[in-house]
């Protein structure tokens, strides 16, 4: 292979000046990672690409193989400099640290990500993407090779942006990346490479970001892939693989970064995959030096979990094992179809959360299970509405139950076997567990396209939906805040007062409340002691305050002696971490009568005496005062503080 080189393209001066962006989308937060070296971007855009190159036919499930080097594996710098011969004078004027032509090429340390049980990269390797496609074909090596920022998915596939390959040339201190696919269609070897730069000069000409590992002798116009048997055989035992005959993709990454350790990669498989793997659907075996080989299965899923130190990030779903009887029970339930299934919406209807959405004794039912201990599985049809007027019927599931031994919440978004790992809407819950899952091809698709090229959300800041949908973000926002809108459903408020009804959405400030810091005891003076003061009488609150739909409001109580003579109220969205109320910002609302504002505002008995940014003041006039405000974004939590303030009879 000494005379194979590496192929960059010159620019031509027409061109825009254009340096790739792509993998900014998935940069680490974590300390311990090296900002492109991220495990869980790598570990999700694999097995997501494997999940949806499955073989349609097949019984077996998909496996995917992660291995680090071992020190007796490294590549030597002698088959370093063949595999990057026609690369380095690129990475050298490019000031790349590792690879550059004034010092010996190190040996190459890798990390490869094999996929069994799927068709590998089907399509005509010759199509430039200009002449008409042959219609029986995925074209799959088109997409993969010759596009960024582009995608042939849809549907139900899981990726659908064209940037999350980015992420495995990001993952290398060189970006490059090599891959070989034996193709299921007609059992083709195909070994190509590629490196994402930047532009840059060289020799004086100035060539585009990407360079490709091609062979020089296959094509005038096109990069086309190796199909010696001898290149890709060497090529096999150079790094390991394990793919031989088999059809499927395996991805080499030359000089991963660092830090990218195999007990964070078998970490992040349980986290991202724990739905498929615990339905058969896959399987994952993980190899390096720190863990030896480790099996990933429906039947070793739950041990592997035990010997992991979960000690992560709570917005990452790393600091404990993911739901497994919880979703053992939930896949149970729809492979029998036992859920309660709720009312079907009309055809137009913006869905929302409420009784109505439940027969009378089907809800009735489902409380008294819920508050016996008992999980809850609900399917809830919803209609989406596309853009050509047609009008889709879809579902999606949740299983809710208890756990006194939960200190937090404990909620799971799977999209079509993958965790959304980003979503948390039961922020300061306790002892409850939730896990919702979509799997219907239409709904799937319209989640697919809010999540964003990480594919970590579902978000309606997304202008991709819009594409195809009207209407759109409001289901979003249903489906997304489904959880902890079923959950107070199930729990609603008993009758009269209920001071831990919904304490964690709605804070009313109580000192006397039990779970209130006390101050530390004085030790007693000797001698006699004299008597104690006479205990205070505790307080009742004078006024409820309760949720509605997109909004709050506030009551005076019919049977209280009395109403309060002021109340302060301040209101914010609820966010993941740090203080809804220090975070917010006018940008969410604001209470101002003078500013545009989309808030409505009803009251009787009572006046207004300040409303300020997120705050109000409001002065009751009787026992039976109402405050109702409306109009705040149904797609988001409300954090409500209501404090009756003293005021001087003077």
């Not at 009803?602 to 300040?610: G, R, S, V, W």
């Not at 009751?620 to 109009?631: H, R």
Request: proline residues 7%; glycine residues 6%; aromatic residues 8%.
């Amino acid at each position: 292979m000494k005379n194979i080189p590496w192929v960059f393209e010159q620019k031509s001066h027409k061109a825009v000046m254009r340096d790739p962006f792509e993998a900014e989308f998935f940069t680490g937060e974590e300390d311990s990672e090296e900002v492109y070296g991220r495990t869980d971007a790598f570990v999700r855009e694999a097995i997501q690409n494997s999940l949806d190159a499955a073989l349609p036919e097949s019984d077996s499930p998909v496996l995917v193989r992660f291995a680090l080097n071992t020190s007796s594996q490294i590549v030597p710098s002698s088959d370093s400099e063949e595999l990057l011969n026609g690369l380095i004078p690129h990475l050298d004027v490019l000031g790349n640290e590792l690879v550059n032509q004034n010092m010996p090429i190190p040996p190459m340390s890798f990390l490869v990500v094999e996929d069994f049980q799927t068709c590998g990269l089907s399509g005509d390797p010759e199509w430039n993407g200009i002449s008409a496609p042959d219609s029986n074909s995925a074209a799959d090596f088109y997409w993969f090779w010759r596009n960024i920022g582009r995608s042939g998915k849809g549907g139900t596939d899981r990726g659908r942006w064209g940037l999350g390959k980015t992420v495995f040339p990001a993952t290398s201190r060189i970006n490059t990346l090599f891959a070989l696919t034996v193709r299921h269609e007609d059992n083709r070897q195909m070994l190509m490479g590629q490196a994402i730069t930047k532009l840059h000069s060289l020799n004086g000409n100035q060539y585009v970001p990407e360079g490709f590992y091609c062979d020089p002798d296959a094509s005038d116009n096109l990069q086309m892939p190796f199909e010696d048997p001898v290149i890709i055989n060497k090529f096999c035992k150079t790094f390991n693989l394990k793919r031989n005959s088999d059809s499927g993709l395996s991805i080499v990454v030359p000089y991963p970064f660092e830090r990218i350790q195999t007990r964070e990669l078998v970490r992040t498989v349980i986290v991202h995959f724990f739905y498929p793997i615990l339905r058969g659907d896959l399987e994952v075996l993980v190899c390096g030096p720190d863990v030896g080989e480790v099996e990933i299965s429906s039947q070793t899923i739950k041990e592997v979990a035990r010997d992991i130190q979960w000690d992560g990030s709570p917005r990452d779903k790393k600091h404990a094992p993911p739901p497994f009887e919880l979703a053992s029970w939930a896949i149970k339930n729809q492979q029998e179809g036992t859920l309660e299934k709720l009312k079907t919406p009309s055809d137009t209807n913006i869905p929302q959360w409420s009784e109505h959405l439940f027969e009378s004794e089907q809800l009735d039912k489902l409380r008294e299970d819920f508050a016996d201990g008992k999980r809850v599985a609900v399917r809830i049809p919803m209609n989406i509405l596309k853009k050509d007027g047609s009008v889709e019927v879809s579902y999606f599931d949740i299983f809710i139950e208890r756990d006194s031994d939960l200190t937090r919440s404990d909620d799971h978004f799977v999209r079509e076997g993958m965790t959304i790992s980003k979503i948390s809407t039961l922020s300061g819950q306790k002892g409850v567990r939730g896990l919702l899952i979509v799997e219907d091809q239409s709904l799937s698709s319209l989640l697919g396209d809010a999540e964003g090229p990480a594919h970590t959300g579902w978000g309606t800041g997304e202008s991709r939906p819009d594409r195809n949908y009207v209407k759109w973000k409001k289901r979003v926002g249903f489906v997304k805040n489904g959880i902890v809108r079923l959950l107070s459903i199930l729990s609603p408020p008993p009758e009269g007062l209920d001071e831990d009804w919904l304490q964690d959405i709605f804070a009313i400030s109580n000192p006397l409340e039990p779970g209130a810091k006390k101050k530390k005891k004085r030790k007693k003076p000797p001698g006699p002691q004299p008597d104690p003061p006479p205990i205070p009488t505790g307080e009742v609150s004078k006024f409820d305050l309760a949720y509605c739909q997109g909004g709050f409001c506030i009551t005076g109580k019919a049977d209280s002696d009395s109403y309060p003579k002021r109340i302060s109220i301040n209101v914010a969205y609820d966010i993941p971490d740090g203080n809804p109320f220090r975070n917010y910002s006018p940008i969410d609302f604001v209470f101002d009568k003078k500013r545009k504002n989309p808030l409505i505002m009803t009251h009787e008995k009572l006046k207004i005496i300040e409303r300020c940014n997120n705050q109000l003041t409001i002065v009751p006039k009787s026992k039976d005062f109402i405050l109702k405000v409306v109009g705040f974004d149904t797609n988001r939590d409300i954090i409500i503080r209501a404090t009756e303030q003293k005021v001087s009879d003077d």
